[in-house]
């Protein structure tokens, strides 16, 4: 069974930063395609950053270009989030997703929970002064 557990989220000031962790099993595909996304309070889960395993597709949105990066560690089936100057507007649950095997060039990474198979529990980041 696929399971993926997060962890790193917490509370931190603005113009801090976090690095939050999703820890991946249960799957044998060597490549596949993984995202963050996040929720915050009132509105509609939005994509922060998504890409294929090895890396040959990668996707940010504009709100988090030049803060946020993805990345993936083969070896220990693990994927981060590196969010740096956070700010209020950034507060949210958090979200990490995966789907086992990958199609050249498709990515997505809208938020709907059907374009993953598989989704962590998520983890609140608060930023506030």
């Known amino acids: 069974q696929v399971q993926l557990v997060e962890s790193g989220g917490g509370l931190v000031q603005p113009g801090g930063s976090l690095r939050l962790s999703c820890a991946m099993s249960?799957?044998?595909?060597?490549?596949?395609?993984i995202g963050w996304f996040r929720q915050a309070p009132g509105k509609e889960r939005e994509g922060v950053s998504c890409r294929s395993s090895n890396g040959e597709t990668l996707y940010y949105p504009d709100s988090v270009k030049g803060r946020f990066t993805i990345s993936f560690d083969n070896a220990e089936n693990t994927m981060f989030l590196q969010m740096n100057n956070l700010q209020t507007e950034d507060t949210g649950v958090y979200y990490c997703?995966?789907?086992?095997?990958?199609?050249?060039?498709?990515?997505?990474?809208?938020?709907?929970?059907?374009?993953?198979?598989?989704w962590g529990q998520g983890t609140q980041v608060t930023v506030s002064s």
């Open positions: 997703a995966m789907s086992p095997g990958y199609v050249p060039g498709y990515v997505l990474c809208g938020g709907a929970r059907n374009e993953y198979n598989y």
């Open positions: 249960g799957f044998s595909t060597d490549n596949h395609a």
